[in-house]
C-alpha cells in the first residue's frame, strides 16, 4: 500500500557527489518522518540521515560520519526525500535504503515503517 522508489545510486570516484532521491506513493496521509540507512559489505544497517516532523518544524539527525558532508531534505507536498552527499569516500560504499514512518492512525504513536528496495552508492579510489 506504501511504495518507495529511490533513484541517484551510482558508481563514483573520491570526492565526488551523488544525489538520491526517494518518492513515497499510496496510502500516506501524514508523515512522522523520512530517512536514509546504508548497509556496506560484512557491516550492519545504519541510520545515514533522516528528517522528523516536528510541530517546531522539521529536524535533521546524521550520523558522525557524514556530517558537513550529507545534507537531507525533503518535499513534503511530494513526499519526496533527497539526500545530497559531497566529498565521497570510500567508506561510504553501500546499499542505501530509503525509510519512511508514518503514523499507524490518526494520533496514534505507533509507527508503520515502509523500505525502498535500495540503491547502490559505490565510491572508488
Known amino acids: 500500500q506504501v511504495q518507495l522508489v529511490e533513484s541517484g545510486g551510482d558508481l563514483v570516484q573520491t570526492g565526488g557527489s551523488l544525489r538520491l532521491s526517494c518518492a513515497a506513493s499510496?496510502?500516506?496521509?501524514?508523515?512522522?518522518?523520512m530517512g536514509w540507512y546504508r548497509q556496506a559489505p560484512g557491516k550492519q544497517r545504519e541510520l545515514v540521515a533522516d528528517?522528523?516532523?516536528?510541530?517546531?518544524?522539521?529536524?535533521?539527525n546524521y550520523a558522525d560520519s557524514v556530517k558537513g558532508r550529507f545534507t537531507i531534505s525533503r518535499d513534503n507536498a511530494k513526499n519526496t526525500v533527497y539526500l545530497q552527499m559531497n566529498r565521497l569516500k570510500p567508506e561510504d560504499t553501500g546499499v542505501y535504503y530509503c525509510?519512511?514512518?508514518?503514523?499507524?492512525?490518526?494520533?496514534?504513536?505507533?509507527?508503520?515503517?515502509?523500505w525502498g528496495q535500495g540503491t547502490q552508492v559505490t565510491v572508488s579510489s
Open positions: 499510496g496510502s500516506i496521509f501524514s508523515v512522522n518522518a
Open positions: 528528517i522528523t516532523s516536528v510541530t517546531s518544524g522539521d529536524s535533521t
Open positions: 525509510n519512511v514512518r508514518l503514523p499507524a492512525y490518526e494520533g496514534s504513536r505507533a509507527e508503520y515503517s515502509y
